[in-house]
């Protein structure tokens, strides 16, 4: 008899109905996990299925399975630059990120430490330790010899990779100031792989202020307006949230705004329409006036 994982075990036993009928059926789900807030910004809660709508490739779905609040195992990755341009900023990058792993895993939830600057490494296997992914977090530190590239891109969807295979709940944080320069993938390309491993992205736009005083020069590098723009479009075409360290607001700040949206989302579920394989659009929208939803834009149809 093979053996079961806690892990496993924790996601058999998840009572929400979208969970179970994921067990009880062979056919194909697609899940979006929504963020609904209100004019001032604020998560809204206590909504229910029959507040929504969603469409596929413009046509009207059933909601088949809602949960209001998900019980899902989340995975976690946390995605550090590690190129020269953050030297100054690594500590805070590391006190925040431990608060935050001790504040938002739960039991039943896995993470891992990745970074990049030209290359792409993995600094702690996805596991459940937060031991582990503490000490995976004191050995942080920028490579001089490796820190003149950024590999933002081939990161991304290298850290999608590692979590396509895991069930429920799949999140990526990435601390970067959004420049590329070292990426054989295109943001496109991650973007893709996020999508195909149904993970969202939630970009925090971190970086010194000093070593940004002017544009940075060179062929295919983009300056830092370019680089929110990319962010910004990386974290609302995967469903994620954009966030910045900016003015009074400090990673601390932002860490714990994301940890309050990743435990209050709406999961809706429903069984896409036979036809084409590929790329569908997906839009999800809240009747009651004064309220944006937050999801991914899209899925890749089996």
């Known amino acids: 008899m093979t053996g079961i994982s806690r892990r496993e075990l924790l996601m058999l036993a998840a009572t929400t109905p979208l969970a179970r009928a994921q067990f009880r059926s062979s056919v194909q789900v697609v899940n979006v996990f929504v963020t609904v807030r209100d004019k001032e910004g604020e998560l809204v809660r206590g909504l229910t299925q029959a507040d929504f709508e969603l469409t ?4 009207k779905q059933n909601i088949q399975y809602f949960a209001a609040e998900s019980d899902l195992p989340l995975t976690l990755g946390l995605v550090f630059d590690l190129s020269g341009s953050q030297r100054t900023v690594l500590e805070q990058q590391r006190r925040a990120s431990v608060t935050f792993l001790n504040q938002v895993l739960r039991d039943g939830d896995s993470a891992f430490l990745m ?39 081939d990161a991304i969807a290298q850290a999608a990779d590692l979590v396509k295979a ?28 996020a999508q195909r491993a149904d993970t969202l992205v939630y970009p925090i736009r971190f970086f ?16 830092l307006r370019q680089g929110k723009r990319v962010l910004q479009k990386i974290a609302k075409e995967t469903g994620g949230g954009f966030y910045e360290v900016a003015g009074a607001r400090t990673l601390a700040d932002n860490f714990a705004h994301l940890e ?31 309220l944006r939803t937050q999801a991914r834009d899209g899925y890749f149809a089996q």
Request: aromatic share 6%; charged share 30%.
């Open 56 to 59: 596929e490739d413009g046509r």
């Open 115 to 153: 970074g990049f600057d030209q290359r792409v490494k993995v600094l702690e296997p996805l596991g459940p330790s937060r031991i582990l992914l503490r000490q995976g977090l004191a050995d942080l530190e920028i490579q001089e010899s490796q820190s003149r590239g950024t590999a933002l891109f």
């Open 166 to 193: 895991e069930p429920g709940r799949k999140a990526l944080i990435v601390l970067s100031d959004g420049i590329d320069t070292a990426s054989s993938s295109r943001a496109e390309d991650a973007i893709a792989a």
């Open 208 to 223: 010194d202020q000093k070593v940004f005083a002017f544009d940075v020069p060179g062929p295919g590098t983009e300056n």
């Open 260 to 290: 309050q949206e990743l435990r209050n989302q709406y999961s809706l579920g429903f069984s896409p329409r036979e036809g084409r394989p590929g790329y569908r659009k997906v839009r999800v929208t809240v009747k009651s006036k004064g």
